[in-house]
């Protein structure tokens, strides 16, 4: 138990370090991608911090396995580079009883994350979802510019030919109020300001000093001029303030296991009778082509040409009901497949920490280093290797070309296969990998001045 404690110790601090650098690296990625739809908006704190905190959730699912593979190299490097390995070993304790507590734990922590992976990530990519949506729905803040006309609030057009830029105090305005299609309605005032209502639902132009002039579209001889010394315009700011929808239809990745297993045996059932439909219609109109189900037209009573003609548009429109049928059959097929993919992937990411910890202690046992960069750059390999898999994989899988299962489960497949073939190959002898070939890439100055600043040292 001792040294069970020991080995997950090393682990332990790695882990956490690489998880906590992988979220941040991922969430960078995400503010760089979406920075365009979140600037100028106007937005809350509150409803950025709750944007971030919906996509953290495929992040951390994203990110777990990948942390698995760099703290093993750590932490099996680290062993490696002191000798504890080799003490270990000569001590009579096998490669395997090292790895039984990283895999124990790599065991539960898939549980783990599967759990994580199939109760909360589909409702955090739901209002994930909604929550960019109502954002990009948001145009950004009102702003207006002297001496120019603006048409950003709807059924207005507002001239402002002078604007102070501390007290936001608008000089010498013109409005034009449209939203009435029968009256023409022109107001001009001195001095104003704009702001929004409480509720954050209308934007209010408080006038002072001015005029409204207002005409009859239907009755051009009437016209009504009317002075105030203060008046208030309610102009509608549904497009310039944030409002988050309500429910919506949920997609595939936005469903757990159960659910979506309800839905595809909904689609067998559809499925089924769509290919008994196909069938009878086949057997209908292909097979049976002597009880052909219409009867030609009569030549007694038209000419061969209208009745190659009619007969034609029949046999076309026979034509067109199968393939109407095969394609419903089709596209049924590949609803089923589109769910399928997401039910295994709820499966196979969790399951990728198992299989790093094949792939980490063999590898972080001959690399002998234990340093972040080393594991970083081996664990790049296998990141885009299992990625490239699993993303082709759900590509594939979609369009019908390989089995679901085989999509989603392929990259584990092979990389257990490897990771096994490792500690075999391992236990049995302690290989080193050596990146001494790496000095032939490096130019010969470089070297010169790295040996002439050691013999200066000296």
């Known amino acids: 138990m001792i040294l069970y404690r020991y080995i997950l110790r090393n682990h332990f601090i790695p882990f956490l370090f690489s998880l906590i650098t992988l979220i941040c690296i ?29 996509n953290l959730s495929w992040m951390v699912v994203l990110v777990v396995p990948m942390a698995t593979l760099v703290a093993t190299l750590m932490a099996f490097g680290n062993m490696s580079q002191n000798n504890e390995v080799t003490i ?29 992976n199939n109760e ?40 402002a030919r002078k604007i102070d830029q501390n007290t936001n105090i608008l000089y010498d305005l013109t409005i034009y109020d449209y939203s009435n299609a ?37 009755n051009t001889t009437m016209y009504r001029k009317l002075r105030f010394e203060k008046h208030k315009i309610a102009m509608n700011a549904d497009l310039f303030t944030f409002q988050q929808s309500g429910p919506t ?15 595809t045996d909904s689609l067998y059932q559809i499925q089924a009778s769509n290919i ?7 057997n209908k109109y292909i097979l049976l082509k002597d009880k052909f189900p219409f009867k030609p037209a009569p030549v007694q009573q038209q000419s061969k040409s209208v009745e190659k003609m009619k007969n034609l548009d029949r046999v076309r429109t026979a034509m067109n009901v199968v393939i109407s049928a095969y ?13 399928e993919v997401e039910i295994y992937k709820k499966y196979a990411i969790p399951a990728a920490c198992f299989v790093f910890i094949l792939i980490g202690a063999p590898l972080g046992i001959m690399v002998r280093k234990g340093g972040f960069g080393v594991a970083a750059s081996i664990s790049l390999f296998f990141f885009l290797l299992y990625w490239a898999f699993l993303i082709g994989g759900e590509k594939l899988s979609e369009r019908g070309i390989i089995s679901p299962f085989m999509g989603m489960w392929s990259a584990n497949i092979l990389l257990f296969t490897a990771g096994l073939l490792l500690t075999i ?23 010169q001045k790295a040996e002439g600043n050691e013999n200066q040292d000296s």
């Open 276 to 282: 008994k439909y196909l069938e009878s219609e086949v």
């Open 120 to 159: 909360v990530l589909p409702d955090a990519n739901h209002q994930a979802k909604i929550l960019m949506s109502d954002i990009s729905r948001t145009k950004p803040t009102l702003s207006l510019e002297p001496g120019f006309f603006s048409q950003e609030v709807p059924n207005y057009a507002i001239l």
């Open 26 to 54: 991922f969430l960078l990625q995400f503010l760089m991608k979406f920075a365009d739809r979140l600037v100028g908006k106007g937005l809350d704190a509150w409803i950025i911090t709750k944007l971030i905190v919906f």
């Open 327 to 339: 394609r419903r059959v089709e596209w049924t097929q590949r609803e089923i497949e589109k769910y």
């Open 249 to 263: 239809s949920r997609g595939e990745r936005e469903l757990s296991v159960e659910d979506m297993k309800y839905i």
């Open 182 to 218: 029968m009256k023409i309605n022109v107001v001009t005032a001195k001095k104003g300001k704009i702001f929004f209502s409480a509720n954050q639902t209308k934007l209010i132009m408080a006038l002072e000093d001015g005029e409204i002039h207002e005409s009859d579209v239907e």
């Open 425 to 447: 190959q391992t236990n049995l002898e302690t290989k080193t990998i050596s990146f001494e070939f790496l000095k032939k890439f490096i130019p010969k100055s470089f070297e």
């Open 88 to 116: 270990m070993k000569s001590s009579g304790v096998s490669l395997y009883r090292l790895m039984f507590a990283p895999i124990a734990a790599s065991v539960v922590l898939s549980f783990l994350l599967y759990l994580f």
